[in-house]
């Protein structure tokens, strides 16, 4: 059955404790593949999803979550995830775009600091909130979740090229049978949209 945007939308729920089970590609590309359809600055081809499964799951959580702290992580379901995805782009792709002929009016293709707002990271939500509805539609569990001080380690660890940004990290796979735990942030619960639209300015 076709679910509709609003109900994936309202449906949709982050996950932290995954079923290791594998999934398989038909279910999984499908949803790596929502990433790329995304909207994009100048149509720049700068994403790039680092995709990681089975061992190399374990290496990313080597890297970012040291034995020695896992006894006390409020989460232990989310190391489970058999997939994760670290969201990678070139910065200096928008840069090269921005100089192309059709752009180079905008002043953007002198440098990354000529972007009063830096599009690169922009697109990297856009193609992570793409991949948690592809996920939610496919049936699965995904989380969104930033590097925060392990960014540079996470490159080096899985060969990212100098110059390009891992913004975050998308943890996908079947939800764990059972009740799971609301996070904290989860408990605010959600505002009425109508608070924060501002038709016609700010008043």
Same mark, same amino acid.
């Given at each position: 059955?076709t #679910?509709?945007?609003? *109900?994936? /939308?309202?449906?949709?729920?982050?996950? #932290?404790d995954?079923?290791p089970?594998?999934i398989?590609?038909d279910? $999984?590309?499908?949803?790596l593949a =929502?990433?790329f359809?995304?909207?994009?600055?100048?149509?720049? @081809?700068?994403?790039h999803?680092?995709? $990681?499964?089975d061992?190399?799951?374990?290496r990313?959580?080597?890297?970012?979550?040291p034995?020695e702290?896992?006894?006390?992580?409020r989460?232990?379901g $989310?190391l489970? =995830?058999?997939?994760? %995805?670290?969201v990678v782009?070139d910065?200096?792709a928008?840069?090269?775009?921005?100089?192309?002929?059709?752009?180079?009016?905008?002043?953007?293709?002198?440098?990354?600091? %000529?972007?009063?707002?830096p599009?690169?990271?922009?697109? +990297?939500?856009?193609a992570?909130?793409?991949?948690?509805?592809?996920?939610?539609?496919?049936?699965? !569990? =995904? /989380?969104w979740f %930033? /590097?925060?001080d @392990?960014?540079?380690?996470?490159?080096?660890?899985?060969?990212?090229p %100098?110059?390009?940004? =891992?913004?975050?990290t998308?943890?996908?796979?079947? &939800?764990?049978? !059972?009740?799971?735990? +609301?996070? &904290?942030s +989860?408990?605010?619960?959600?505002? *009425?949209?109508?608070?924060?639209l @501002?038709r016609? !300015?700010?008043?």
């Amino acid at each position: 059955m076709t #679910r509709s945007l609003s *109900d994936l /939308l309202a449906s949709r729920r982050m996950c #932290r404790d995954f079923s290791p089970e594998p999934i398989s590609s038909d279910i $999984l590309d499908p949803v790596l593949a =929502a990433a790329f359809a995304g909207p994009r600055a100048g149509n720049t @081809h700068g994403i790039h999803l680092v995709v $990681l499964e089975d061992a190399e799951c374990a290496r990313y959580w080597d890297v970012t979550l040291p034995e020695e702290r896992r006894s006390g992580f409020r989460w232990p379901g $989310l190391l489970r =995830a058999p997939v994760l %995805a670290v969201v990678v782009v070139d910065v200096e792709a928008y840069v090269r775009r921005y100089g192309e002929s059709d752009k180079v009016g905008s002043g953007l293709g002198s440098s990354a600091e %000529a972007w009063a707002v830096p599009y690169w990271f922009v697109d +990297a939500g856009s193609a992570a909130m793409a991949v948690l509805l592809a996920a939610e539609a496919a049936g699965l !569990g =995904a /989380l969104w979740f %930033a /590097l925060f001080d @392990h960014e540079a380690a996470v490159a080096e660890e899985f060969g990212v090229p %100098a110059g390009f940004r =891992a913004v975050g990290t998308l943890a996908l796979g079947r &939800r764990a049978p !059972g009740p799971s735990e +609301a996070s &904290r942030s +989860a408990t605010r619960g959600r505002p *009425d949209p109508l608070e924060f639209l @501002h038709r016609g !300015g700010w008043a």
